[in-house]
């Protein structure tokens, strides 16, 4: 039988990519693929670990560029960033049958990786609407918009953009704790950050060591607007927290104020 | 700023407010080319959700609770014994700033009572928006309340900072409008809404000329009607929202179940249930007219006065006409295919992109993630296997009621047990 091998990837994408150049140059039976955090235990499986190859990578989306409508193009970027175990395995063989066939496939949700991609991919795609939705930003004592979060999801170059052209006359601070680096934009331009936070600083409330003294003012009118603007006659529990699932109230002014 | 006078003044008119359902952030064209504040070109963001489950898109108050009017239905009405407040101009400017530059909000909706008379309101509900966009640079989200009976030159001017302008017409009938707010015509709901709908008519044709004509109300107007109120069928509900969408080109019309405010012999009691499942089957109605491409006479008539509260209006259309069904998942166009119970938008895309590659079978549509529990009886597919045993509709529908679960089931059960 066949040797299969499992490849790993420094995990960027066009590491990823370059996994998949890999597997045609080589004719290779691949097992899987992992980012570095892994520990390669697969039996019987040979593992290798392959060089990030940016013009490797070109050739591979380009190829795929040219049979992929823009919607399967952005599923596939969207569930590389889910970072979920196993996703590399779909993408690849997504990838393949779409190179494979002559005609454009990325759309067949009847392929069961064209579905997986596209699921998973939903899930990136609400995650990311959810940061625009619920990051909160504090003024702080040196008048730069901060928050900081930790989504399920590496969308912080998804959501990029967004914040980018509604608060273009305002320094902010968009900081991800749990993989530790940031957005950051000074008026100009957006900047990927690394920082040495202080756990103190939170991501709720307005502690005046960080944040300036207005920002605890308007964090309490904004819960009583919250308060006032509920219908307490139409109490509809189970639907509030559907839109507003539990682990999302940390990020939320309305939530999370020590007294009312 | 003094936060605690804002505070209480947004406690009084926030909570005023909040019986206008639309909260819609979406549709407007606003970009932020000036690298002021905001931008609202792109899909609304509900930021919230209040405990009653419902969206928190913008900050929604009235500029003031003091209103010459005395309509029945209404909390601010001009009889009611309630505390009363006026936000100053400025005030409401910054409170919007603040909010927005915090990431809570998408933009502002203020409507206010009626103070003085309709043109006098109007008047500093567009001083509110133009100080936005003017001194602010504010490219967010505006939503303002057309006030019944402004003037048209006010009206076109509110449109030119506005994004949104709506005037609800609450009550669906003449009659029930005559009953419960006497002191309002007919006309003066009609005169702001058709002022801006031929505003928007002709900034249509101007910009295709001149590109730099400046936008009025790019996110269109929308209205509002109360449900349960005044007696009305549903037919009453969803003719007249039909009569809005077509003759005055509305974004949306929005269905409000009426919440007692107070105790008023024309009116139901205080402590009545406000009518939450009615509301959503108008809604789903709603949807069906507007991305379903059914038509109004058929889902409500001469003899479906009222849609069926037990189930969703197209199982109940479908039901009515067994005729059609079932039909081939792999042949059907796509008309049809909209009308397939359980068979939502999404999946009829997913359908007629996968249905290209392969015939597809139970396993398929069950993984594009059809309702099957509903859509199985209306549909055959490449399988041998089909629950289309032409039973009668009454039994299919308990059939149905039997393998699914809804929120409201609890309700509808203990009103027909009085039976």
Known sequence: ?260 | MDYERIKEKLSILADAAKYDVSCSSSGSKRKNTTKGLGDSSGMGICHSYTEDGRCVSLLKILLTNHCIFDCAYCVTRKSNDIKRAAFKVQEVVDLTINFYRRNYIEGLFLSSGIFKDADYTMERLIQVAKKLRLEENFNGYIHLKSIPGASDELMREAGLYADRLSVNIEIPTKSGLKLLAPDKKHEDFIKPMEKVKNEIIQYKQESKLIRSTPKYAPAGQSTQMIVGASGESDRDIMYSATFFYKKYNMKRVYYSGYVPVTNDSRLPAMGSQVPLLRENRLYQTDWLLRFYEFDVRELLNEDNLNLDLEVDPKLSWALRNRHLFPVDINRVEKRLLLRVPGIGLKSVNKILHARKFRKLNWEHLKNIGIAMNRAKYFITCDSRDFEVKEPSSEYLKNVILGTSSGKFRKDISSQLSLF
Not at chain 1, 37 to 52: A, G, H, W
Not at chain 1, 157 to 173: C, E, G, N, V
Request: glycine fraction near 4%; proline fraction near 4%.
């Open chain 1, 1 to 260: 039988m066949e040797q299969q091998v499992v490849l790993s990837y420094d995990g960027s994408l066009e590491g990823f990519l370059s996994c998949v150049f890999a597997t045609y140059e080589e004719k290779l039976k691949v097992a899987d693929i992992f980012p570095p955090e892994k520990d390669l235990q697969e039996l019987f499986s040979e593992s290798r670990e392959i060089i990030t190859d940016p013009e490797k990578a070109k050739r591979v989306w380009s190829s795929l560029r040219k049979k992929t409508s823009s919607a399967g193009l952005r599923d596939i970027k969207y569930a590389f960033l889910s970072e979920t175990n196993g996703i590399e395995r779909q993408l690849l063989a997504m990838i393949r049958y779409i190179i494979a066939e002559d005609a454009a496939v990325d759309r067949d949700f009847s392929h069961p990786a064209v579905l997986k991609v596209a699921q998973v991919a939903k899930k990136v795609g609400r995650e990311k609407h959810r940061m625009e939705a619920f990051i909160r930003f504090r003024l702080t004592r040196d008048a730069v918009y901060f928050a900081a979060i930790e989504p399920d999801f590496n969308v912080l170059p998804l959501i990029k953009t967004h914040f980018k052209s509604r608060y273009a006359d305002q320094k902010w601070i968009i900081y991800d704790l749990r993989r530790n680096y940031g957005l950051a934009y000074d008026l100009k331009e957006v900047t990927f950050i690394t920082l040495d936070l202080d756990p103190a600083i939170g991501i709720s409330g307005a502690p005046e060591a960080f944040f300036h003294t207005s920002e605890i003012s308007f964090q309490k009118l904004w819960n009583q607007y919250f308060t006032s603007t509920n219908i307490k006659s139409r109490a509809n529990e189970k639907l509030h927290v559907q839109h507003l699932p539990k682990r999302y109230w940390k990020y939320l002014t309305e939530k999370n104020l020590p007294e009312k």
